[in-house]
């Protein structure tokens, strides 16, 4: 069975957000990002990783996004089979975003193996999805 394990909010001001969470909801930061795709934290619950990021590429924030998107932007599903569920999930309409996978080095042909990889898909109405066999920092 696949669990909810990672939210993902764009936002212009990654700062002022964490901290919202952390001040707010007691969130432990685990980690942070800055690199050519989008700079942020990654927050947890012990149980689901929330990261909060300000996209710097519109490749990696997907085209219907941009880079000056603020809100929900993903949310990521640990799931046990990797492969199986990339079957399904094409199977059930919901094509994997290639260009966001190339753009990171993730998805089913990537040989990356470490936390917060995932692929990218996308879902009913517009909602992108995650699935990472690995899962995310801080779950």
Do not use: C
């Amino acid at each position: 069975m696949a669990k909810l394990k990672h939210i993902a909010i764009a936002t212009q001001d990654p700062d002022s957000v964490a901290e919202f969470y952390t001040t707010v909801f007691d969130l432990e930061e685990v980690g942070r990002v800055d690199n050519d795709h989008a700079e942020g934290y990654y927050l947890t619950d012990g149980n689901v990783n929330i990261a909060i990021l300000r996209f710097k590429s519109v490749t990696v924030a997907g085209e219907e996004f941009g880079t000056g998107y603020a809100g929900l932007h993903h949310i990521g599903f640990q799931v046990d089979d990797a492969a199986a569920t990339d079957a399904v999930l094409r199977n059930s309409n919901a094509p994997a975003r290639d260009e966001i996978n190339m753009a990171l080095h993730s998805g089913m042909g990537s040989r990356h193996g470490g936390r917060n990889v995932e692929t990218k898909y996308s879902g009913p109405d517009g909602v992108m999805i995650d699935i990472s066999q690995n899962g995310w920092v801080g779950t």
